[in-house]
């Protein structure tokens, strides 16, 4: 499954476009928010992104942070602290960690105008991989009335900006992904989060590869979440333990097909959608100092 993944094209026509609108506003913005899916710091990190922002002052957000174990959220602030940048934990969905976000933002803002007679207002740019919550930050920030500012001189010819509450300005872009994944992990890890579609995954792959993680990081929210009395751990990553542990939890749940055949690709997707939503429990796919 990590290496068929590997060989899907992720950088069609329009993920190119949103390098260059990048590229071609990043001179008129004070700042970019950088946004990332808290289960998975690294895999939802464009490298691309660092090559083009560079030492542009940036903000890292970790969203999703309420579906992201505690511990490892904070081992990764601690991480990139160590190197330099602010980040802050975010729940879009329910707002937490917005005004903390905002607060920022405003001492940013004053640093900018100290000693300056005519105040200008943080320009900012927001960028993150698809699904990585960037629409629902913005309408946070922007107390869902956002504001269309008009062109602005240097920014691509017929881009918006959108204005917050406290009158700072947002231009948003694209989500993006890149040419191609070096570590078939990564691709691996977007497909369990959902930034990459479903439909052109195999689901009932991608549950397989998702319960042998949870057996081996996070063995007993798999237990209590699935009521699995005859779980059987598996540390070695064994093939056969796995599908063992799957049709455990199709019969649990009554995934039969008649002639009492497993539904494994419901069994899968049940799995998928249920680590998504929370409903296992708290989960990170990555680890700061692993």
């Given amino acids: ?32 928010l950088e946004l990332l899916d808290s289960r998975i710091p690294v895999s939802s990190k464009n490298p691309v992104i660092d090559s083009i922002v560079k030492d542009k002052k940036r903000i890292i957000i970790l969203n999703k942070s309420d579906l992201s174990d505690s511990k490892s959220n904070q081992e990764w602030k601690e991480k ?15 707002g937490t960690g917005i005004k903390e976000l905002l607060k920022m933002l405003e001492k940013i803002e ?8 005519v105040k200008k207002p943080l320009r900012m740019m927001i960028v993150g991989v698809p699904n990585v919550g960037k629409s629902s930050i913005i309408n946070r920030l922007t107390g ?17 900006w959108l204005t917050l ?37 195999d689901i009932t792959d991608l549950g397989f590869e998702l319960i042998a993680y949870l057996e081996r990081e996070y063995p007993d929210l798999l237990i209590e979440r699935y009521k699995l009395k005859e779980f059987t751990e598996n540390p070695d990553g ?10 455990e939890i199709a019969k649990r749940r009554g995934f039969i097909l008649p002639g ?31």
């Fill in 1 to 32: 499954m990590a290496e068929s993944l590997a060989h899907i094209n992720w950088y069609p026509g329009h993920m190119k476009k949103t390098r260059e609108l990048i590229e071609e506003n990043l001179k008129v913005c004070d700042l970019v």
């Fill in 144 to 160: 869902r009335k956002a504001a269309k500012t008009g062109n602005k001189p240097g920014v691509t010819r017929g881009k918006q």
């Fill in 238 to 247: 064994e093939r056969e333990i796995t599908i063992q542990n799957m049709e």
């Fill in 110 to 117: 004053a640093e900018k105008n100290r000693d300056k007679e």
């Fill in 165 to 201: 509450e406290n009158g700072m300005q947002l231009l948003d872009t694209p989500g993006i992904l890149w040419p191609k994944f070096e570590d078939p992990n990564v691709g691996l890890n977007l497909a369990f989060c959902g930034s990459i579609k479903d439909e052109i995954l």
């Fill in 80 to 94: 990139y602290r160590k190197q330099g940048f602010q980040s802050i934990e975010v729940d879009a969905n329910k």
């Fill in 260 to 290: 009492k055949r497993i539904d494994y690709e419901r069994t899968a997707r049940t799995v998928i959608d249920e680590f998504r939503a929370g409903t296992i429990g708290k989960i990170t796919l990555e680890k700061a100092n692993d």
